[in-house]
């Protein structure tokens, strides 16, 4: 199960980047040209493998984090405990979930190593709403099927929300982790805990 989790960081690393900011292009093609500027950075910082884990963070924050809709994922995040939640928590808990994400995708990039992604045929889009296919091929491990999911908004521009490996969405597995650490130590605890990772 890690080995899959660590697999799933890395590739919702490796294609959530700089593409997204075209409104005319569907999101696969979006998704499909995101690939050679991400690929370029991280050969340029990790050309003898030795890249720190700032220089991936620099990376993260260019490249993904802007092309990402981390207020969405927040809130979907706090799931019922939005409810209630003042606007300094909601403000410092959006900027904990972007240092989180920042931090465990800069991991993920780290462990590249020159998967090879297929994207398929298939997309769907539904009033806004937009889900990607896609196959990671290594030739040293069995192939991970992903699914982007993506959303339109008021500007016109697609951002990635969740990404699903094996069936597995990421932002669900999270969610459950939150709402429960929610429950048990309170909102600011959990906050403190995601900005500290």
Do not use: C
């Amino acid at each position: 199960m890690t080995k899959l989790v660590n697999s799933f960081l890395l590739i919702a690393a490796l294609f959530t980047a700089t593409a997204f900011a075209s409104e005319d292009r569907s999101p696969k093609q979006l998704l499909e040209s995101v690939t050679a500027d991400l690929f370029v950075d991280i050969a340029n910082v990790n050309a003898k493998g030795d890249a720190s884990s700032e220089a991936m963070a620099n990376i993260v924050e260019k490249r993904l984090l802007p092309h990402m809709d981390i207020k969405f994922v927040s809130y979907k995040l706090l799931g019922k405990h939005i409810k209630g939640l003042r606007r300094d928590q909601a403000v410092d808990f959006i900027a904990a979930v972007e240092h989180y994400l920042t931090v465990t995708y800069a991991g993920a990039l780290m462990k590249y190593t020159g998967q090879k992604v297929i994207f398929d045929q298939s997309q769907l889009i539904d009033d806004g709403y937009a889900t990607v296919k896609t196959q990671i091929v290594d030739d040293n491990a069995p192939a991970i099927d992903l699914h982007f999911k993506l959303r339109q908004g008021k500007d016109k521009q697609w951002k990635v929300y969740d990404i699903v490996a094996e069936g597995i969405s990421l932002l669900s597995a999270k969610q459950k982790e939150v709402l429960q650490r929610i429950s048990q130590v309170g909102i600011d605890e959990v906050t403190h805990e995601l900005a500290s990772k």
